[in-house]
């Protein structure tokens, strides 16, 4: 203390003092490389060398010179205006949902000045579910910011990654139709896209931590309630709420168009023998006079439509959840008692038209084809189209007499009668 008195100065004289780990800097370098840059095992080989150093003191001399470890970096900072960027991404969660553990998918989206916060969970993310879940998010937000910051997801991109990412077509028109773009951050740089990554764990250790929900559709409507109230909720650093800067935000974000389609996928799927229609590991029964017939399937956010060219035949509630179920209307089955009518295929009524002997031709194909015959009979009928239907017949007299259903065989048969033809 007197020391100090006396030099009549503020100033904190610099310490300097040798550390015990310099003379075995050489060896340290080498045993960093040796023992795979565990210090424990450096420290543990030198003092077998005899070195007389504490481990704190090993530590501390390579973290002063940066010696098996980077430097810490400091962390990014960006700033927003209004209604320029919102960022969305996903991340896997655990959640009991109708009394049992499942894994689902939290898609999020926020808006980057404002912290406006929308998030929605799914047992899966697809693009289709992409879709629904952002048009969801903007008509939440009344508008869309005019960049969407995601990762390098597959679910949007087609190609590339951070600036040369170039988004799928489908993902491309969907966001020309709200007016905005999707860009991508570059790979491992996470604090561009911190904005939606933060609240990631928020969810999970407020709304999702001690709730548990009947299905889907109660974990999605109380996640709605949630958001409601997190927006509303005075932040210290905001000096406000979500909520009060989205009154400022909200003029600069690009307005919904005038008709917000609903977003749907297509599939096409063959009614199996049961009379049901697989999507997603789940059935829905349509009736039972359609089975071995293709239909088309419109799967929406909550419904399950299937139509037979432009009618409408079924149309069920969509099943959410890992675990496949069945869902099955009465009016799709036949009554009991009642002998479900097997329908005869096109195919088979259009040969049976054209007489004999194609007619019985026809039935001694099914019989000796496999399940149904359905591919052997179209075979059938395109030869009888394309082929004079007088070489046809009469390559079948030849073919039913000697038991000749290979239609590979039939074919070459029925060019050997037209060649026949041409030379009489």
């Not at 969305?88 to 939290?106: F, L, N, V, Y």
């Not at 969801?136 to 997801?153: H, P």
């Not at 399950?304 to 432009?310: H, K, N």
């Amino acid at each position: 203390m007197k020391k100090v008195l006396w030099s009549g100065t503020a100033e904190v004289p610099l310490l300097e003092r040798a550390s015990l780990a310099e003379p075995f800097r050489e060896q340290i370098l080498e045993l960093l490389v040796s023992c795979k840059g565990n210090l424990v095992r450096v420290h543990e080989e030198l003092l077998a060398q005899g070195a007389s150093l504490s481990y704190p003191a090993l530590t501390a001399f390579c973290r002063r010179h940066s010696i098996g470890h980077e430097p810490p970096r400091p962390a990014g900072h960006y700033d927003f205006e209004p209604g320029q960027e919102m960022q969305h991404d996903t991340s896997p969660h655990q959640a009991p949902i109708g009394g049992s553990k499942q894994r689902i998918e939290t898609a999020s989206l926020v808006l980057c000045y404002s912290r406006m916060l929308f998030f929605q969970c799914y047992p899966d993310f697809k693009r289709f579910r992409c879709k629904v879940f952002l048009t969801d998010a903007l008509s939440y937000l009344q508008g869309a910011a005019a960049v969407c910051m995601i990762d390098n997801t597959h679910v949007v991109v087609a190609s590339g990654s951070g600036r040369d990412m170039v988004p799928a077509p489908e993902m491309a028109a969907f966001a020309e139709r709200f007016d905005f773009v999707f860009r991508a951050h570059e790979k491992g740089d996470a604090n561009r896209s911190a904005r939606v990554e933060r609240p990631f764990r928020f969810i999970e250790g407020n709304f999702l931590a001690g709730r548990s929900f009947a299905d889907f559709d109660d974990l999605n409507q109380r996640a709605r309630d949630f958001c409601d109230k997190v927006n509303a909720r005075p932040r210290r650093h905001l000096n406000g709420s979500a909520r009060d800067l989205f009154a400022a935000e909200r003029a600069h974000l690009r307005p919904l168009p005038l008709y917000v389609p609903e977003v749907y996928a297509l599939h096409h799927r063959i009614v199996d023998v049961e009379g049901y229609v697989s999507l997603d590991r789940h059935r829905y029964s349509v009736p039972y006079a359609l089975i071995g017939r293709q239909l088309e399937i419109r799967e929406t956010k909550d419904r399950v439509d299937a139509y037979l060219g432009p009618r409408l035949v079924a149309s069920h509630r969509k099943a959410a959840g890992r675990q496949g179920v069945r869902i099955t209307a009465p009016e799709h089955r036949p009554r009991r008692g009642e002998v479900a009518e097997r329908r005869t295929a096109p195919e088979e009524q259009e040969l049976c038209a054209a007489g004999e002997p194609l007619k019985q031709y026809t039935h001694e194909l099914k019989r000796h084809s496999a399940g149904r015959g359905t591919l052997a009979l179209r075979r059938l009928l395109a030869l009888y189209r394309e082929y004079p239907h007088e070489a046809v017949a009469k390559a079948v007299t030849t073919a039913l007499h000697y038991g000749l259903f290979d239609l590979e065989r039939l074919e070459r048969l029925i060019l050997r009668t037209i060649a026949k033809d041409d030379d009489e």
